[in-house]
Nanobody
Framework: QVQLAESGGGLVQAGGSLRLSCAAS????????MGWFRQAPGKEREFVAGDNWNSGATRYADSVKGRFTISRDSGKNSVYLQMNSLKPEDTAVYYC???????????????WGQGTQVTVSS
C-alpha cells in the first residue's frame, strides 16, 4: 500500500507561483508513475501532469504546458508540482496519485492523496 499526502496549497494572486508537495509512505514510489490531478467546483477531476522516473516519460495537460513542472526527490520519496503564471482557472483541489506502471496515463491511478486546495484570485 502507498499512502500519499499533499501539501503546499493556498491562496495566490494571478500570475503568482505555488509549489505543491506530495509525500509518499508505505513503500518507495521511485519506480511508480506519479501524477497530479485537479478538480474544480462543479467539474470532473482532470489530469494535470505525470511522470515515470524509470522510463523517463513525462506528460502534461495542454492547459498547463509551459507553466507547470513535475519533479521528484527520490531520497525523500516525494513528488512536486511547481506551478507558475497561475490563472484563476487553475483554482481547484489538487490531488497526487500513484500507479505501478511504466507509462503515464491520464486515468486509472491506484493510490490517491486527500488533496490540497489551490485558489488563484484575479
Amino acid at each position: 500500500q502507498v499512502q500519499l499526502a499533499e501539501s503546499g496549497g493556498g491562496l495566490v494572486q494571478a500570475g503568482g507561483s505555488l509549489r505543491l508537495s506530495c509525500a509518499a509512505s508505505g513503500r518507495t514510489v521511485r519506480f511508480y508513475t506519479m501524477g497530479w490531478f485537479r478538480q474544480a467546483p462543479g467539474k470532473e477531476r482532470e489530469f494535470v501532469a505525470g511522470d515515470n522516473w524509470n522510463s523517463g516519460a513525462t506528460r502534461y495537460a495542454d492547459s498547463v504546458k509551459g507553466r507547470f513542472t513535475i519533479s521528484r526527490d527520490s531520497g525523500k520519496n516525494s513528488v512536486y508540482l511547481q506551478m507558475n503564471s497561475l490563472k484563476p482557472e487553475d483554482t481547484a483541489v489538487y490531488y497526487c496519485a500513484a500507479l505501478n506502471a511504466l507509462v503515464v496515463p491520464t486515468t486509472g491511478y491506484t493510490y490517491w492523496g486527500q488533496g490540497t486546495q489551490v485558489t488563484v484570485s484575479s
